[in-house]
């Protein structure tokens, strides 16, 4: 990667004191690293800001100050939570005959025919892989081709990742990093379903019950109801019998 030059200075001022340098346009920092030292320092905001958009946090940046120069990586960067504003940043100072490990983010590119067929949709699981390597071997970022992906379920894994042999992927070759998903998860149709069969359920008993049919005639006004007729059985008289 291309080698960036950022230029600091000693830092003095500390604790709740550097707010004075925020405003003053000045990021406060420190630098850290295998058997060395911490050191505080100080960067321009505006000049960092450019730095870090170019070289990240797997850019290799030479840091400088008084009469000191240092390889670094830019390591942590604390944001204001409203304006979103660096406030302070971590700078890693690197062997470069040693490896590291680093966060290397992905990067989609191309179209997916199961996306544009609207078979499914692309799942975006991963967004950065971790990569071991020579701070000088170390990348900005790793493309993903999804243009092959035309049907559901079919996916890019970590395993298939096309990188230098100078750097090793350390994150677990089975993971995906794409996807392909349904339009609508199985779990979404067996919620919808169950919705539905609830509302029916819920219709049914709300419906009103189908009216008795009515067994006597009912009365007129001033009128007393006549009751229905009940059939009786009554034995046979002598007379009865001998008709018979």
Do not use: C
């Amino acid at each position: 990667m291309e080698k960036i030059n950022l230029a600091g200075s000693k830092r003095t001022t500390l604790g709740r004191a550097v707010k004075k340098l925020r405003k003053a346009g000045t990021l406060p920092a420190n630098l850290f690293g295998k058997k060395v030292k911490s050191i505080s320092l100080q960067v321009p905001q505006k000049e960092f800001s450019t730095v870090f958009a170019k070289a990240g946090e797997t850019g290799l940046v030479e840091l400088s100050w008084d009469h000191e120069k240092r390889p670094v990586l830019i390591h942590n960067v604390q944001y204001h939570p409203v304006t979103s504003s660096p406030l302070h940043v971590d700078f890693y100072q690197v062997d470069l005959k040693e490896k590291v490990t680093a966060k290397v983010p992905i990067d989609i590119i191309g179209d997916a025919p199961a996306v544009k067929d609207k078979l499914g949709v692309l799942l975006n699981i991963l967004s950065e892989v971790e990569v071991e390597a020579l701070p000088a071997d170390l990348v900005d970022k790793i493309e993903v081709d999804v243009s092959k992906l035309a049907a559901v379920d079919e996916a890019v894994k970590v395993s298939s990742l096309k990188v230098s042999d100078k750097i090793k992927i350390l994150t677990d070759g089975n993971l995906d990093i794409v996807k392909i998903a349904p339009l609508v998860s199985k779990e979404a149709e067996q919620l919808a379903a169950q919705e539905a069969a609830a509302a029916t359920a819920a219709a049914a008993e709300a419906a009103p019950a189908p009216a008795a049919e009515a067994e006597a005639e009912p009365a007129k006004p001033g009128e007393q109801a006549t009751p229905s007729p009940t059939p009786t059985t009554e034995k046979p008289t002598g007379e009865q019998k001998a008709k018979s």
